[in-house]
């Protein structure tokens, strides 16, 4: 036993001494700070209340069931993607909650970051070269849904698959060999997670210099072409037809402008991000930009210069500078073949859930960066009055990425408490809920946050998500936000038809948010509860006067209830917690009516 134990210690004081220890502890650092930091102030936010809370509510059973039917069915061209999004909220919900499900994403992404500085490492012998892109890839500011769980949970298991390929394929000597075999299994992996990133494999016989030649790539590009052409039959025969509505002509076109408009795009957010940053300065962020320049001075000048040095007396500078633009091409490559696939996405759009288009650029665009950075610090390395200049410069711009992630979370953790408020508002102001109840929400100033919205289509989802409505209950109670604006306040009122029943439907412009799968409903005024915004609050209206001079009388609250009595999901109390039930705020104003800050 004393053995067993000497030998542990001297292996982990073996690992401790290794410079790499210090790069991935230094990387799981910088990601928890960049978008965990606020974890426990983020819940669930847009399509996460219709995937990761019926997941965490159904039964074990229920969930096979969803997990076959997505296998079966070949779910959106991505059944392992519902596959993660049913099995990781169940099991990590039952382990800690919602908590519990961004720690699984953190250790995602941590995994994704070792992987992609592992790669850089094996594919040059100036190790230096590794660093600066791995660490701008924890700071990739175009994608701003690191937050979301959704997306770690859905799309990084495809980064983490692809990842994993690029780094088997690097360690195979021959196309028949078994770590290119499973190179392949794993790229399939991924295209089978989230299709994007897959497109990016075409460029693995490019990560080593000199080592492949005509034949092994002709037959690596024929291998996962098939493995494309499989798949895109497999989504025909399934029946999955999201872009067949687009004509081939536009296609191209969407297609010819994706591939030069993304990587230009994508490559301004690394300066659009800082200047969102220096435009908004206060006190707090600059405390944070001076903490943290401070803190990637010493990285870069104990890890990043460290290494450096080595390369730099070991090998010419004019080797140094051919690799590095030989990996600035590379990630060129990557760069436009991460766009092919996103047809569907505008690639112009970098805030919020649709930010995702730029998702698989972070290998192609962070390589050719911190290929820049490199570049530059190596040219002007020799001239020393110019080394601390560069090395405070580079600091500075990690910093001041760093706190643009920062930012995003504080917006995240702000939709957050806009829910939490105003789903406590809603329930004190509906205790009396029963079968066929519908709650209509009048809010032209309801907030719709920038980077994640706290008020999406899944809001007719989240009263079923939180209590647990008697079985027997065709019709259990839904909240709508009705189609109001400061415009148009009344808008919504054209669902009222001329005997005073309500009309739930796409085809008319009540109800913000209808599910397409749900059949139409005419509502009885008696089962509705309208809360309509009064001076910065919600109010409940126990009738509505038309224009026309008839008056319309809603459902009597005659509950003793505070809060309705049903049984409470596991979602509740993170959704409504114990202080903000208790915390009477009445007289002021609702913060999700206020403007954001």
């Known amino acids: 036993m004393l053995k067993y134990m000497k030998k542990t210690l001297t292996t982990l004081q073996s690992l401790i001494q290794s410079p790499s220890f210090f790069v991935y502890l230094t990387l799981l650092s910088l990601l928890w700070i960049a978008h965990f930091l606020f974890f426990q102030s983020f819940g669930l936010y847009e399509d996460d209340w219709a995937f990761t809370g019926i997941a965490i509510n159904q039964t074990w059973s229920r969930n096979l069931e969803t997990i076959n039917s997505a296998l079966i069915t070949f779910w959106q061209g991505r059944p392992l993607h519902r596959v993660f999004l049913t099995i990781l909220p169940f099991f990590g919900a039952k382990l800690g909650g919602i ?12 995994c994704n970051a070792c992987l992609f500085y592992r790669l850089l490492r094996n594919i040059t012998k100036i190790y230096y070269s590794a660093l600066l892109p ?55 992996l991924a295209l089978l997670t989230y299709e994007s990133p897959f497109l990016l494999f075409f460029a693995a016989p490019f990560l ?14 024929l291998i ?11 989504r025909k025969i399934a029946g999955e037809s999201r872009i067949s509505q687009l004509a081939p002509w536009e296609t191209l076109q969407k297609f010819l402008y994706q591939i030069i408009a993304g990587p230009i795009v994508v490559s301004g957010t690394f300066l659009l991000r800082i200047w969102q940053i220096l435009s908004n300065l206060n006190v707090i962020y600059l405390v944070i930009l001076l903490i943290a320049t401070a803190c990637f001075y010493g990285i870069i000048t104990s890890l990043y210069e460290e290494q450096f040095k080595v390369s730099y007396h070991d090998f010419s500078s004019h080797f140094q500078i051919a690799e590095l633009i030989r990996m600035l091409k590379l990630g060129l490559v990557m760069m436009f073949l991460a766009y092919p696939s996103a047809i569907l996405l505008d690639v112009n759009i970098i805030d919020g859930r649709a930010s995702r288009v730029h998702f698989p650029a972070v290998i192609g665009t962070t390589l050719v960066m911190g290929s820049l950075w490199n570049l530059l610090f190596l040219i002007t ?5 110019l080394r601390p200049i560069i090395k405070g410069i580079l600091s500075t711009y990690l910093a001041l990425l760093l706190a643009f992630s920062i930012n995003v979370q504080q917006y995240y953790a702000q939709s957050w408490q806009y829910q939490q408020n105003f789903w406590r508002d809603v329930l004190r102001l509906s205790p009396d809920l029963t079968n066929n109840t519908v709650i209509l929400v009048q809010s032209p100033n309801l907030q719709w946050g920038k980077q994640i919205n706290p008020f999406d289509w899944s809001v007719p989802s989240v009263l079923s998500s939180i209590y647990e409505f008697p079985k027997d209950w065709q019709f259990p109670p839904r909240a709508y936000i009705l189609h109001s604006d ?19 439907s796409n085809k008319n412009h009540g109800v913000r948010y209808h599910y397409d799968w749900e059949p139409e409903r005419l509502i009885q005024p008696q089962d509705v509860i309208l809360l ?24 009597k609250n005659d509950s003793r209830f505070t809060f309705p009595p049903f049984p409470k999901t596991s979602l509740f109390s993170r ?14 104003s609702a913060i999700y009516l206020e403007p954001q800050k």
Request: positive net charge; contains cysteine.
């Open 575 to 588: 959704l409504i917690p114990s202080t903000t039930m208790t915390n009477d705020q009445k007289s002021s």
């Open 381 to 385: 390395y020799s001239k020393q009055f």
């Open 99 to 110: 908590s519990t499900l961004y720690l699984i994403g953190f250790f995602l992404l941590t």
């Open 486 to 504: 400061p415009q148009n306040i009344e808008a919504w009122k054209g669902m009222i038809q001329s005997n005073g029943k309500m009309l739930i």
């Open 208 to 221: 080593k210099k000199n080592t492949q030649n005509r034949k092994q790539i002709f037959i690596h590009s």
């Open 532 to 555: 309509v915004e009064e001076n910065k609050k919600l109010i409940r209206k126990p009738k509505l006067t038309l224009s026309d001079g008839r008056t319309i009388f809603f459902k």
């Open 224 to 234: 996962l072409t098939t493995i494309l052409f499989l798949y895109l039959g497999l």
């Open 134 to 188: 791995t660490l701008l890839f924890c700071l990739y500011p175009a994608d701003t849904t690191f937050n979301y769980l959704q997306h770690l949970l859905g799309l990084q298991p495809a980064l983490l698959f692809i990842l994993i390929a690029f780094n088997l394929f690097v360690n195979s000597a021959k196309i028949n060999s078994q770590s290119r075999l499973f190179s392949y299994f794993f790229a399939t």
